[in-house]
């Protein structure tokens, strides 16, 4: 059975470089108290992103092509809003960037959030506006701006 993984696209003016550069400093837009723990920026780092009470995850930078593809394997997680808490166990994290019209392209696709899981609602909103509004501000202001 196929499934329909969650993605998001978004188009900017910054090079492929300073792109991938943006996503890998996690810190910078994936926002929240207390937020990322551990390294994020080479192949291998693990790291850990909590919000609250509310979530928690472990991920694992398992592919890094410069100016390419960012992607995270996500070896642990509670989300303390399902039934299922560890849902996003073994789901991957990737981000594709490309060249497109002399911009650069991010397809953000989060695999195995799909529409039959308890948490895709929240999940892909949050994920909407942390990849459309936060990711986005931090490549294009070196600011992160959130609103969940």
């Known amino acids: 059975m196929k499934t329909s993984d969650f993605t998001v696209t978004l188009l900017v003016d910054e090079t492929p470089e300073e792109v991938f550069n943006a996503i890998i400093n996690v810190r910078g837009w994936w926002t929240g108290q207390p937020g ?12 850990t992103y909590r919000y609250k009470d509310i979530h928690y995850s472990k991920q694992k930078v398992t592919e890094l092509v410069p100016g390419k593809k960012v992607v995270w394997l996500i070896t642990d997680s509670q989300l ?3 039934k299922v808490k560890d849902e996003w166990t073994g789901t991957k994290i990737s981000f594709d960037i490309s060249g497109k019209d002399n911009k650069t392209q991010v397809r953000f696709t989060h695999i195995g959030l799909d529409p039959g899981i308890e948490c895709y609602h929240d999940c892909s909103n949050a994920w909407s506006s942390y990849i459309n509004s936060s990711l986005r501000n931090f490549i294009t202001k070196d600011k992160a701006e959130i609103n969940l």
């Open 80 to 82: 303390n809003f399902t």
């Open 36 to 47: 990322v723990e551990g390294n994020t920026e080479k192949l291998n780092d693990e790291f």
